[in-house]
C-alpha cells in the first residue's frame, strides 16, 4: 500500500473553513483598495530569471525558487560548471524561468513593459501568491499570499496620507481595534546619520535604539559603542533616548535634533505634512506613531517608512508595511518614475483576527439546509424545490445517497447545516415539506413559499 | 539602457480591465458552486514530484514544470545520469518539487492526506491556477485557471443530474443563451467495444464517428476499416450513422443496440436516470444532448462524461467537461472512493462572452469621481469630503498633484471615470462642491448630502 501522501515542507493546504476565513480578509482588502481608486493587476507565477535575480541582493537570489528548463536541459548546460558541479553558476544554464519572490519586482515590470498603456499616475494593487526557499517556521511559509497597493508616477504627499487612512479603513472594516501604524522617513535616518556623521553605522544604530525599552539606555549606548558609534555621537543624539510626547512634539524634536542636515530637514518637513493631514482628517480606530527606529528595507525606501502594529493584546510582528521608493522602474530602464505603496500581511492578519475571536460566524456558512434523501421519488420532488430556492440565492443541497435517516442527519450536523428538509410520501401529497431547525430540534410543516422565506429570513 | 522586460511565453500580465472580468466570471462560478453545496479549498502551487509523476501518462511528465532543488543540488545529483547527461532520468535527483499540472491529481492526493478530518461525501471546489510546459498556441497558455467542482464519496446519480444543473445555472447567470451540454457514459462506449468486437480500436473508431459531419458516412467507414475494424463490425453498429432524434430516442436506439452488452446495457440505464430527471426538472438556457463520440480522458472516466459546446454563433472548442471516476484515490492508496467533477474552462468562456459582448458595461467600472486637485488647501477640503464618501462605499480618488486642471480632466477621462468633483475657494467658503458629468458636460454646486445622493445613485 501506498504510503500516506503529503505536501512539500512550508506549503498548506487549506480548508474549506480557512479558504472561507482567508476570502474574507482579502475581500475587505481588495474591496477598500478599490474604494481608494486602485485597481487590479495580475502578473503570471514565474517571471524570466532576468526580471528577478539580482533585485534581492545574493540572499534573495539563493531564496528564488527556479525552474528547471524543459526538455533536454543539459544539452544546452555550461560544460564547465557541470565539470566543475558548480551548482550556483551552472543554474543560469539550466533555468531560464523562476517562480516570483514578490509582487514590487514584477509590478515594475510591468509599468515599463506596458508604459505606453498605463495612464499615470497608476494605482494598482495586486493579490497574488509569491515564493521564498526560506527555511519554514511559525508564521513563515514557502508559499504565501501578498496583498500589495501602489502608486507610481506621482510625488505627491497626499499619496501617503491616503494610505495611511486605507491602512486604518481596511483594519477598521475588519474589526481590528487598537492597531498602530508607525510611520518614519529615509531622510530622517539620513539626518541621524549626518549628525552622528557615520553612515555606515546607521542600521546598527536604529537596531540597538530599538531594544531601548529592553535593554535600557546604558544598555543601548553599550551596543552603539561596541559596534564603534562613538561616545561623542551618541551624545549628540541623546534627545532619542527620550523621545517621546505627540507626534507634533516629536517632530520639533527632530527640527532641532537635525537642524544641521538637509537632508534630515526634508524628512521633518515630509513627515510633518503627512503627519499633520493624517491627524486633522482623523483615524477611525487606529494610532499613527513616529518611530526613528524603523528602517525597513533601508536601502530601497527612499521617503516615508510605514509598519503596522497589531493590538497589543496580541504578540505577533508587524501586520503590515510599505514606503516610498524613487526610483521603482530605474532598473528596468525607465527613470523618474516615484513610486508609493503598502502591504498587507495575510497570514499574520488571519492569526491576529482568530486571536481575538473576530472572525463573524457567517464566513464559513455551509448549506443552509439539507434535504433528505427517502429514495429517488422524494430526491425528485426535493430537486424541484432546491432547484427554486437556489434561483432565490438560497444554498441548499440534497444528500445524495438513501442512507440511513440517522446518517444523513449526522451529515448536516458535521457539515454544520442549521436546517433539515424532509419530504415523504405524505409531504408529496400534500405538496409541502417538513422543516427542522437542527438546533433547537423544532419543526414544522410548511408549504413552498414559507420554507423560501423561513431559510430566507434565517 | 536595458532592453524592455519582458514575459515567458505562454503567460499573460492582465490589465485591470482583464483582471476585472475574469473576476467577474469567477465570482458567478463561486457563487453557484457555494449554492450548489460545494465548498472550496486551496492546495499548495508545487506539489512534491512523486505525487505528479506517473499520473498523467509520459507526455504529461514532460509537460509538468520541475522546481530545482534550492542550494547545492548537484551535490545530491545522480553521478551516473550527469556523466551521461541523461537530463529526464536525472530530474529525479536534481528537483523534489514540481507545479501542479491540474487540480485533480492534487484533491486526491488532499482527501487522502486528510481523510479523518473530511466528512464524506464531500463536495469542494477549487479555482486555482495550474501549469504546463506545452507549446503555447491560440488560447493554450502555459499558465491557466481551472474552476472545478468535484464530489468524492458516494456513487448517487442524482450528483450527475445536479452537475448538469449547475452548468446550466452558471452559464445562465453569464447571461450565455444556447450552450449545449453533452453526454455520454463510459459504458456505453465499452457497450460499443462490446458490439464491434474491438475494445483496442474503441479511441479509432468515436474519432472516426465524430468526423461524420464534415466527411460523410462512406468516409467514416473508409477511415474505420483503414484502422483495422471489420466491414461486419461496422454494420453492426450501423444505427449510429443515422442517431439522430431526441434523448430518450437516441436512449431507446442504444438499448437495442447494446442489448448484449451487459457494460452496455448498465450505460443506458445510468443514462437514462440521468437524461429523464434533467428533462423533468428542466433546464433554463441550455440543451442536454447525447453524443456517443464523446471520449475525453477515456481511461479515466468510468461512468458519465460531460463536454459543454458554446453557443453555435461562436467558433471555439469545449467551455467546460468533466464525469465520473470510480477510483479517484487509489494512486494515494485509498480505495472505493467514486468521483465525479465537473471544470470551467475560465479562458475560453473568457473570450466567448467578450465575442458575444456580454460583459457588464459595470465590471469594469473605476471610480466614481476624481477630485481635481488646486492646491493642498483645496486638497485638504477634498479628502474631508472623500473620506465620508468611501465609508458611504463610494469609490472616489484624489488627483494627488496639483497639476494643470486640463490634465487632471484628461487623467479622469482616459480612466473612464465619469465625474468630477471641483471645489475651489468659493465652495470651500460655502461648504460645496461643483458636481461636473463629464460625458454630457452639465455640472451644478452642491452640498455634501446631495453630492453623496447623486454619487450613490449615478
Chains 1, 2 share one sequence.
Not at 514584477?106 to 515599463?112: K, S, W
Request: net charge negative; glycine share 8%.
Amino acid at each position: 500500500m501506498a504510503s500516506k501522501p503529503s505536501i512539500p515542507k512550508g506549503t498548506r493546504d487549506f480548508s474549506p473553513t480557512e479558504v472561507a476565513k482567508r476570502h474574507y480578509i482579502i475581500q475587505i482588502i481588495k474591496n477598500n483598495f478599490e474604494k481608494f481608486g486602485f485597481q487590479p493587476i495580475e502578473t503570471p507565477s514565474f517571471e524570466n530569471s532576468e526580471t528577478l535575480m539580482g533585485k534581492y541582493g545574493e540572499e534573495g537570489d539563493r531564496l528564488i525558487f527556479k525552474i528547471l528548463n524543459s526538455g533536454d536541459y543539459l544539452a544546452k548546460a555550461n560544460a564547465t560548471h557541470l565539470e566543475n558541479k558548480d551548482s550556483t553558476k551552472l543554474t543560469a544554464s539550466i533555468s531560464e524561468k523562476a517562480l516570483r519572490y514578490d509582487l514590487t519586482v514584477p509590478f515594475a515590470r510591468y509599468v515599463v513593459q506596458h508604459q505606453n498603456e498605463i495612464e499615470f499616475p497608476f494605482k494598482r494593487y495586486q493579490i497574488q501568491p509569491v515564493w521564498r526557499a526560506d527555511r519554514p517556521q511559525k508564521g513563515r511559509f514557502r508559499e504565501f499570499f501578498q496583498c500589495d497597493a501602489d502608486v507610481v508616477g506621482s510625488k505627491s504627499l497626499w499619496q501617503e496620507v491616503e494610505l495611511v487612512q486605507l491602512y486604518d479603513t481596511v483594519f477598521s472594516a475588519l474589526g481590528l481595534e487598537g492597531v498602530t501604524i508607525k510611520i518614519n522617513n529615509r531622510k530622517i535616518l539620513s539626518g541621524i546619520a549626518d549628525v552622528i556623521g557615520a553612515s555606515d553605522k546607521l542600521i546598527d544604530f536604529t537596531v540597538a535604539l530599538d531594544k531601548l525599552d529592553k535593554i535600557g539606555e546604558d544598555g543601548v549606548k553599550k551596543e552603539m559603542m561596541e559596534k564603534g558609534i562613538s561616545a561623542a555621537a551618541i551624545l549628540k543624539v541623546q534627545p532619542l533616548f527620550h523621545f517621546t510626547g505627540t507626534i507634533s512634539e516629536k517632530i520639533s524634536q527632530l527640527s532641532v535634533l537635525l537642524a544641521e542636515s538637509e537632508e534630515g530637514m526634508k524628512g521633518v518637513e515630509e513627515l510633518r505634512f503627512i503627519c499633520d493631514n493624517v491627524m486633522k482628517l482623523g483615524l477611525s480606530n487606529s494610532t499613527l506613531d513616529l518611530d526613528v527606529t524603523l528602517a525597513r528595507g533601508l536601502n530601497y525606501y527612499t521617503g516615508a517608512i510605514f509598519e503596522v502594529a497589531p493590538p497589543k493584546a496580541v504578540a505577533m510582528g508587524s501586520i503590515g508595511g510599505g514606503g516610498r521608493y524613487d526610483d521603482l522602474t530605474g532598473i528596468f530602464g525607465l527613470k523618474n518614475m516615484s513610486g508609493v505603496g503598502i502591504s498587507f500581511g495575510l497570514d499574520r492578519i488571519y492569526l491576529v483576527i482568530e486571536e481575538l475571536n473576530l472572525f463573524p460566524e457567517t464566513v464559513t456558512a455551509t448549506s443552509k439546509a439539507l434535504f433528505i434523501n427517502y429514495g429517488d421519488a422524494e430526491a425528485f420532488y426535493g430537486l424541484q424545490a432546491i432547484q427554486k430556492l437556489r434561483a432565490a440565492g438560497i444554498k441548499v443541497e440534497l444528500y445524495p445517497d438513501n442512507a440511513k435517516v440517522a446518517k444523513q442527519f449526522q451529515h448536516a450536523d458535521k457539515r454544520g447545516i442549521p436546517f433539515a428538509v424532509i419530504a415523504g410520501e405524505q409531504e408529496i401529497a400534500s405538496d409541502t415539506f417538513v422543516l427542522k431547525n437542527l438546533i433547537s430540534g423544532e419543526q414544522r410543516t410548511v408549504d413552498f413559499e414559507s420554507l423560501k422565506q423561513d431559510l430566507l429570513r434565517s
